[in-house]
């Protein structure tokens, strides 16, 4: 199991930027993918983004592309979220979520992860 605490949540005006961290202890955080998802008031959890275990390959929600940056740093155990350009649209609870490797497809699902963190509010005004 992979414990994750998330930080960096906050209120920002639209257009405005915000770094997410997510800090992990517990099981080789460099033998896990790590997400982030996002879920706004009455709707359903979605998938953000994610990276490898090494950081090399990032996938990310058509929403965010462009806008947003995952990142991860193996000798700190922590994962990143640049959120840049924001949007009132982007305002919701995001979680980062730890998946062990099941092969080649990076996983973007929120049944694909193991672990999850209790979640950082981020609310963009217009």
């Known amino acids: 199991q992979v414990q994750l605490v998330e930080s960096g949540g906050g209120l920002v005006q639209a257009g405005g930027s915000l770094r997410l961290s997510c800090a992990a202890s517990?099981?080789?955080?460099?033998?896990?993918?790590l997400g982030w998802f996002r879920q706004a008031p009455g709707k359903e959890r979605e998938f953000v983004a994610v990276?490898?275990?090494?950081?090399?390959?990032?996938t990310y929600a058509v929403s965010v592309k462009g806008r947003f940056t995952i990142s991860r740093d193996n000798a700190k155990n922590t994962v990143y979220l640049q959120m840049n350009s924001l949007k009132p649209e982007d305002t919701a609870v995001y979680y980062c979520a730890a998946a062990p490797y099941r092969g080649a497809i990076m996983p973007i699902r929120t049944y694909e992860y193991d672990d999850w963190g209790q979640g950082t509010q981020v609310t963009v005004s217009s």
């Open positions: 517990g099981r080789t955080f460099s033998n896990y993918r």
């Open positions: 990276i490898s275990r090494s950081g090399g390959s990032t």
